[in-house]
């Protein structure tokens, strides 16, 4: 798949583009977003046609006031990239595109520049300046010039959208099973090894403290998981904090992943974490003893999920 920042670099690549495009945000690539790119791929390859998922470099989505990513940029090139786009372009945001009427944005771009046959977007899709395109106006707009369009249905989880919005909710409470759900797959943390305050190794359960590559990316609530670290390639049975720790009077939030029975060398090197469930709150112990004991408890219990559990089990490398 071939990447392009900018919609010079895509037409000196395509000179004389034939596209089929999808459009929108695609934070998190839900299952909602999933389904869009898919129907575009599929119709791009029966029409012969290039397919281009066109997309944006920022987020000013936000969670209590704090900008919040459900996907890094890498992320999101990974997911288009599986399931077969052809090119991805991702356009500056806000910047002229924002500022374009929805006339211009589909006449200039879709139309001129990216010689786009089809197009292919959600059913709540919103574009142009002050969001006044709608697909309502896509539907008029492709009666009068002749491209054809295709509105993807919202996709529904227990009665409601599956929308960004709503994952990054639950992904701020914790609720993990509901977020895998609507994303189809586990949510996904990758960060930097850096170095700690060693108590996990004084304990006997070593720790890697991970710094998230993109400060932008949402983190799940407080608390102890189950999760998949996933290193060269493989997804290892681990348990993740999140949260101070308040049994060592340390209250600075901190990212912990501990791999029983891991010996490589993962200081300063980067590391995946799939959230696979919520195991408890963080909570303070009178003791050391006393926190030893609940770590060996939460071990257990989080190995007694992936015994019950076939989908969690898959994401660990037996």
Known sequence: MDIFTDLTSFNLAFPNPSTAVCIGNFDGMHRGHQQVVRAMVDEAKKLGLTAVALTFQS??????????????FDEKVAAVRSLGADALI???????????????????????????????????????????????????YANKSGFKLSVSEMLLEEGEDISSTRIRKWVHLGKIMEVTSMLGRPFELEGLVVKGEGRGKKLGYPTANILPLDSLKCIPADGIYLTSAIWEKKGYFSLTHIGPQPTFKGMRPSIEVHIPDFDQILYQRNLKVLFLSRLRDVVAFKSVDELKKQIIADIEQARAWVRKDPFIASFLHR
């Open 59 to 72: 987020n000013t989505r936000r969670w209590k006031d704090t900008v919040c990513l459900l996907s890094s």
């Open 90 to 140: 991702t356009l500056p945001f806000p910047g002229y595109i924002a500022a374009q009427t929805p006339q211009t944005f589909v006449k200039e771009i879709l139309l001129r520049r990216l010689g786009m046959k089809t197009c292919h977007v959600g059913q709540n899709f919103r574009f142009g300046k002050d969001r006044k395109g709608s697909v309502d106006f896509l539907i008029h």
